[in-house]
């Protein structure tokens, strides 16, 4: 049977592309069983699947930004599949058995099928909740599906009543070790870049999503949810290379395109950070840096820190920011899930040779024959050797193709 790599990597792809629904019960829990939706009856329901993205730090110029997107997918609607659940046609009906529609929840699965028309790689690419349903006199139904970030935007910090120091990981276990969130996301031990000690927790206020993309930011850490799978973890690149992207000027290309290629990587460059409303900074000591690049500081608000753990955290962030970082966005195959933010990743990508005589020297060349050196020519060329770690990924179930944005590893 041959890998999921090896079909990615295929001329001719052959989707498989699930829906699969849990209705919510009378008494508010869920269905211990997923119901595929997506062929039902007989009836094949799905118009539109959508698209889904997760991504780190991918808006230009911004640090400590996290995205985990919501969807929208389209259903053939014709018989009522999808009406109010006191409609005798609707898949939520009776009433007295399910609540409505909103909250529902619904993943979309998606792999390949190989020659034998056996699946490979089939996984859950999307995970989340039903939050509108709008109807319409063609027939369809579009139903706007949330992220399980809804969840952990439904709730305030402030009812966990803490108090008194803990560490970024206690915080975090505080708000994802909790029934009404395990529901939806099952634990996994955080894992931050720093963990810092909070000096007074009282002091943290906002939605659970946003504490915790606030403590992500201040102990250098990021945030990943696929699915279900959930990670608070430090910003490092995974060990080991997960793909090799190969694309014009290669033997056997294997992503579409280039979309967009930053060589320089300028925009996240910070030489210079600060703790809000204190004389504690951290400056970085490269001199070729500091003569390319202004150092406004970088101000960040750490007053729940003691004052050796603000130097720490500036000191980290330095470390990590001080250096451009080019970034390249390519359009591949669909990857399912075998590549994920902070995977690292190479790319190939060579425009044009000249002179068109050239002749590599392992190729052939003797001396003195007239063969010259072959140069690079043409506004984006990306040599091998150098590793790539994944920010974002974008995953279109229509097109069967993914967006992959990358920085390159310094």
Request: glycine share 6%; aromatic share 12%.
């Amino acid at each position: 049977m041959p890998t999921l790599a090896q079909l990615i990597k295929r001329s001719k792809q052959r989707p498989v592309r699930r829906c699969y629904l849990k209705r919510r019960l009378f008494d508010g829990t869920y269905e211990s069983d997923w119901q595929r939706i997506d062929w039902y009856k007989n009836r094949d329901r799905v118009i539109s699947f959508g698209s889904c993205s997760n991504g780190i730090d991918f808006n230009p110029g911004e640090i400590g930004s996290f995205e985990i997107s919501d969807t929208t997918m389209v259903f053939d609607n014709s018989d009522g599949f999808f009406n109010i659940e006191t409609d005798l046609q609707s898949i939520f009906y009776p009433d007295t058995d399910y609540l409505n529609r909103k909250f529902a929840k619904i993943k979309i699965e998606a792999g390949y099928l190989d020659e034998t028309d056996a699946e490979v790689g089939v996984e859950t690419t999307f995970e989340g909740l039903i939050d509108k349903v709008v109807l319409s006199e063609d027939q369809t139904v579009t139903i706007t599906l949330l992220s399980y970030v809804s969840i952990l935007n439904r709730y305030p910090v402030s009812d966990l009543a803490l108090t008194g120091s803990k560490t970024i990981s206690q915080v975090v276990t505080a708000i994802m070790n909790q029934a009404k969130i395990t529901t939806y996301i099952p634990y996994v031990a955080p894992s931050p870049g720093e963990n810092i000690t909070i000096t007074d927790t009282s002091l943290l206020e906002g939605s659970y999503w946003s504490v915790l993309q606030l403590l992500a930011y201040k102990s250098n850490s990021v945030i990943l949810l696929v699915g279900d799978v959930w990670a608070f973890k430090s910003r490092e690149p995974n060990v080991g290379v997960a793909w090799e992207f190969l694309g014009i000027g290669t033997s056997q290309p294997n992503f579409f395109e280039i979309l967009n290629y930053d060589d320089e990587g300028a925009e996240k460059v910070r030489l210079f950070w600060q703790a809000e409303g204190t004389n504690i900074t951290s400056l970085s000591s490269n001199t070729v840096l500091k003569r390319k690049y202004f150092s406004d500081p970088q101000i960040i608000n750490l007053d729940e820190y003691s004052t050796p753990d603000k130097q720490t955290v500036l000191d980290s962030l330095l470390a990590y920011w001080e250096n451009p970082r080019p970034t390249v966005e390519i359009r591949a195959p669909f990857l399912v899930n075998e590549i994920q933010t902070l995977d690292r990743v190479t790319i190939e990508a060579i425009g044009a040779i000249y002179p068109l005589n050239y002749i590599r020297w392992d190729l052939g060349a003797t001396w003195n024959d007239g063969s010259v050196w072959g140069g690079l020519q043409g506004s984006v060329n990306i040599l091998p050797g150098v590793e790539w770690m994944v920010i974002k990924v974008s995953k279109e179930h229509d097109s069967w193709d993914c967006q992959i944005l990358c920085e390159k590893v310094v």
